[in-house]
């Protein structure tokens, strides 16, 4: 047991005080609200949140346990001052191609029903390189799903965070498809918001 009789007691409530920011400096370098850097491609600044959202499509009448799955990353494109706000879209999937009688959807524009609001996102007609993006961001690991980037502001990505239910309505040439929430990340969308905001 630490007998603190002989200590000098301001001396020890600055140490418990060093402790405690260290601690809190500690966890805030495991989840940082965003990740910023230099797109060698664009030459753009590029903040992104640091877990997109997945949303997923069960498919069972293809495979048992496969789907079709939507990551949406949010992020800031800063071009020499000039601010844009983007959600980065991949549309991938774990059902075999060979099994598939329709390519994956490349929907434009985009549906993303937030509650009661449904918010209409749309590339513009740009490419990704076109709208600052070179490098490709938050890829889904083993995957060759080309990126598009949907415009949006920030307002529209604050509301999005805030969203008790969030889904994806995406058309295909044969059907209409709602793509539910398969990995809540809000929080992390929370964070970019409040980064973005400059409330850090």
């Known amino acids: 047991m630490l007998h603190t ?10 140490l418990a005080a060093l402790v405690a ?5 500690a966890l805030a370098d495991e989840a940082p609200p ?3 850097y230099l797109d060698q491609r664009t030459g753009a600044t590029i903040t992104v949140v640091t877990q997109p959202l997945v949303f997923a499509y069960a498919r069972p009448e293809l495979a048992a346990n496969v789907r079709d799955y ?6 800031r494109v800063n071009r020499s001052g000039k601010l ?16 598939r009688e329709e390519p994956l959807p490349a929907p434009e524009p985009l549906l993303l029903q937030a509650d009661d609001r449904r918010i209409q996102l749309s590339t513009h007609g740009q490419r990704s390189h076109e709208a600052g993006i ?19 502001d920030l307002a529209t990505l604050r509301f999005i965070s805030e969203a008790r239910q969030l889904t994806l309505i995406v058309d295909t040439e ?3 498809l709602t793509f539910g929430l398969w990995e809540d990340r809000r929080p992390a969308l929370k964070g970019l918001v409040r980064h973005l905001s400059g409330a850090d």
């Not at 920011?21 to 400096?25: I, K, P, R």
């Not at 706000?85 to 099994?99: G, K, N």
């Not at 070179?134 to 949006?152: K, Q």
């Open 5 to 14: 009789a002989g200590f000098n007691r301001p001396l020890i409530g600055l």
């Open 21 to 25: 920011m260290h601690g809190a400096g």
């Open 34 to 36: 965003a990740r910023e």
């Open 70 to 75: 939507a990551t949406l990353a949010a992020a």
């Open 84 to 99: 844009t706000y983007v959600l980065i879209a991949y549309f991938w999937s774990t059902v075999d191609p060979r099994l």
């Open 134 to 152: 070179g490098v490709a961001v938050d890829a889904p690991p083993g995957s060759n799903a080309t990126p598009r980037v949907y415009s949006t």
């Open 174 to 176: 044969r059907s209409t």
